[in-house]
């Protein structure tokens, strides 16, 4: 399926409904394809094929998940909550729409009840399967999406308020665990005086990763992939020696490769992803803790006597801890706190450092190449007759041509 127009005003749904009565042609849509129904965004765009229309149902849609449907290619995202609730000036709404995707939002639950696989037409803000209206929601533009970010940045000190009240809350909770290390569990890992590298799904992870391979050769830390992290280590290449995780976004690939899983479950001890690792024949550990996955993982590193922690893809910013859209996103503050100096985030530095050579340092370089070589050659007696040859050659071609043109 293509991507066919996207027209500036929305289409009447009154002329939509009735020129499906009467089986006339249906106005232009503005995209069209087979709809993919997920109410969790990261697991549908496991599933997600370019020209697909996918069905979601995520308020505030965040950076990494408008990156990964980006990725996976659909023509348009059709959204059953706001994608911008108002809370935070989240990006993926503009992310998802710089890359020409149709993006529909706030339809409500009517559109999560489309058939998987049903043809769907988005025609303005209107989504039709069979020339049925379904669903009508806000066709977002550049100048929506605009106009949205704007006003949620006046209620961001909100969400400060708030931020700092969880922080607040966390710390009563696990202080034990924070400040003492008390309740990390036993692993087989080795770790202590070692570097460790731990890989989450965040921000520009397959570019910090890929430029850190020279560092990885080098050093051979402990590589820890952070629920769908330990797929970005596989994919690059490498090994991952723990998965760390809810098990909610990590394939089964990962998690039967032979690396040890640590099962991350609620203080009350249910942990949901625990019976999908058990299925696989695999016995993980399981950490409770209130905090996020990536946070456990710092602690436990650190706990065991990391020498140096490494962090790709991790949360650092107040955006992206709201991006996360939960309280607990709280911890990481605290725990990078905890960890100190020896944490190194690298995320982000395939954006401080990118490789440019230009055209003349090129020449520059191959000719210094060409010019060592014959340095060499010529210091040897092999290449002294090589060039004594070569020099009776050009002698033998020069006199042909006087005498060519001398008569």
């Known amino acids: 399926m293509k991507l066919i127009s996207r027209p500036e005003k929305r289409a009447d749904k009154g002329a939509a409904k009735s020129a499906a009565d009467h089986g006339a042609v249906l106005p232009q849509a503005t995209a069209h394809g087979p709809a993919r129904i997920g109410a969790r965004t990261k ?5 997600l094929h370019q020209g697909d229309v996918a069905v979601i149902d995520h308020v505030d849609i965040d950076r990494v998940a408008a990156d990964a449907l980006v990725s996976a290619g659909p023509v348009a995202v059709l959204n059953a909550a706001r994608s911008t609730s108002g809370r935070y000036p989240n990006t993926g709404p503009d992310i998802l729409v710089d890359a020409g995707i149709v993006l529909v939002d706030d339809l409500g639950p009517a559109v999560m009840a489309i058939d998987e696989r049903a043809e769907v037409r ?37 969400e400060i308020e708030r931020f700092a009240e969880n922080t607040m809350t966390y710390l009563r909770r696990e202080r034990d665990l924070l400040l003492d290390g008390v309740g990390v569990p036993d692993i087989t890992t080795s770790i202590e005086g070692r ?20 560092y990885i050769r080098e050093n051979r830390p402990v590589l820890i992939g952070v629920d769908g992290g330990a797929d970005a280590i596989i994919d690059a290449g490498w090994q991952p020696d723990m998965i760390v995780g809810d098990m909610d976004s990590v394939s089964d690939r990962a998690l039967s490769c032979g690396a040890e899983i640590v099962v991350h479950a609620y203080r009350d001890g249910k942990a949901p992803g625990l019976e999908r690792v058990k299925a696989l024949g695999v016995d993980p550990v399981v ?14 590193a650190d706990d065991k006597g990391a020498e140096l922690i490494v962090a790709v893809g991790t949360h650092a910013t107040l955006v992206e801890f709201l991006d996360k859209g939960r309280a607990g996103m709280a911890s990481t503050f605290l725990t990078r706190l905890r960890v100190g100096g020896k944490l190194v985030d690298a995320k982000g530095v395939s954006r401080l450092y990118r490789t440019r050579i230009s055209n003349t340092q090129l020449t520059l370089l191959s000719g210094a190449g060409v010019a060592a070589v014959l340095a060499a050659l010529a210091a ?15 002698d033998d071609v020069v006199s042909w041509i006087s005498l060519l043109f001398g008569g």
């Open 43 to 47: 697991e549908l765009t496991s599933r």
């Open 122 to 158: 988005i025609v303005g803000g209107e989504v039709l399967v069979d020339g049925t209206v379904v669903a009508t929601g806000t066709h977002q533009t550049p100048e929506t999406v605009a106009a949205d970010q704007a006003a949620a940045r006046e209620g961001l000190s909100a």
């Open 195 to 214: 570097h460790v590298l731990i890989v989450v799904r965040g921000y520009h992870y397959r570019e910090d990763l890929a430029l850190l391979r020279s």
């Open 287 to 300: 950490f409770p803790a209130t905090g996020t996955s990536e946070d456990i993982t710092m602690l436990l």
């Open 380 to 394: 040897t007696s092999a290449g002294q007759t090589f060039f004594g040859l070569i020099g009776a050659r050009f």
